[in-house]
């Protein structure tokens, strides 16, 4: 055995005792865990990190935005710390961020060489254009074949708008808000890099909709610039920042939910199934308990990032299509008019006679940060359920408001706290066959003005 594996040969000669792990083999094997687990993370988040890095070194020499091109106009120089560098063409790095500008257009010059990446390093997707999809070549090997041409850039799901023509546009699709913009430049001779530099400098950026910005070009040779990533432990600080937008982003997905295809229970409401179903079909889900597709197997990466940054826990039971057994659960997070519900507004529900739920059924409120109940004052609970004092109104339906204070004539009320953002969800245990027949349906939060009460 080579002297290097003697360690791994100590690890697997750790003691047990009764089947227990010792003290001090638990702390060896939580420190070698905790070891591999920070090594894998790095090697995972290397594409995203190094993106970050690059984003981050670029921006702090030439300045952030779209329209913001770092162009290396004398050639890549050795004080510029970044990644196998090619210093023989003139480079444009850019960096675009979709959440904030919404679909980006590109007009590339004729003689250009670019490519666009996601913040993973994954090239953005074309459809198929003359039976050839183009995976984020813009130019010479791009669909213009560098004769120059006019590109959008769209997220994931972008639905154009109504009477919007993009037909003159070849479109990239991006995974991520984040793009970046890589562009080269040629010259003819070491001696004249000024058709490389004016190759780079021909591009323009703008949103599709909304004010344009004018393009900057930032000549960036001679500046010292480091766009690499960390190799020790400040890389986890870059994986931080990740964690946040990552959790942002999550946050987003969840908000923004009722747009997915098959979210909804109802097109005319609000309220969303977090496996997703048909709206004819409440007996089967889209989505199966890891959130991959039924019908291609594919994980729907949004759907699981809403799960599990609001909820947690999953079984075939959370998800049953059997009548009379298991659960169902509809959420929202906006009220009738598709504005996100908050706690300094008046609100108001209402709820069919005869819930279809066996066992009981709940409206629960939940803070919008953490997803945890809302902790108003004076408040043990942010829910209402059939096995309380829900009162129903003399029809048989249920009339609930939410409120910081209890509005005049509310006989069901939870209080909310203003300013901070909440979302409802309603539960049925043990639902039954009206619910799966959709002869119910439950309405939307609707903003009311009643006069709150001390």
Known sequence: MPEWAHRYQALAELPFTGGYPTDQTACALEDELYFQRAVQTYLWALPAVNMYAMKEGIGRAAGRGYQVMSVFEKRLKPHTLITTPNCDVIYGLGFADLAET????IEAPPGLQA??????????????????????????????????????????????MAGEDLSDYYI??????????????????????APGVAAVEGITVYPLHGQRQPMRFEHVSDLPLNALFPRGAAY??????????????????????????????????????????DLDDFLHTLLDEEFRDRRTGHTDVNAKAHMYVNHY????????????????????YTDRDGDVLMGQHTYRIDLPAQPPAKL?????????????????????????NSLGDLKPNEDGTYTIHTAPQRPAGAANWIRTVPARGWFGLIRWYSPEQTFFDHNYKPGDFVKTTHRPTS
């Open 102 to 105: 919404g679909p980006l257009v």
């Open 360 to 384: 009981l059924w709940s409206l629960t409120l939940y803070d919008a940060d953490t997803a945890a109940e809302i902790a108003a004052e004076n408040q043990t609970y942010s829910s209402l």
């Open 236 to 277: 986890f600080d870059l994986l931080d920042h990740a964690a946040t937008v990552g959790w942002k982003t999550a946050k987003t997905i969840a908000a923004r939910f009722h747009h997915e295809p098959g979210a909804r229970w109802w097109n005319d409401r609000q309220w969303i199934a977090h496996v997703k179903t």
């Open 313 to 332: 826990s999953i079984s075939t039971g959370m998800i049953t299509s059997r009548v009379g057994a298991g659960a169902k659960y509809a959420n929202t």
């Open 172 to 193: 990239y699709t991006s995974s991520t808000n984040g793009v970046l913009i890589f562009l080269r430049g040629f010259f003819p001779s070491v001696d004249d890099l």
């Open 115 to 160: 490519l666009l990446d996601d913040f993973w390093q994954r090239p953005l997707r074309s459809p198929l254009l003359d039976g050839i999809q183009y995976l984020g070549d813009i130019g010479l090997p791009g669909p213009d074949r560098g004769k120059g041409g006019r590109y959008l850039i769209v997220p994931e799901g972008y639905q154009s």
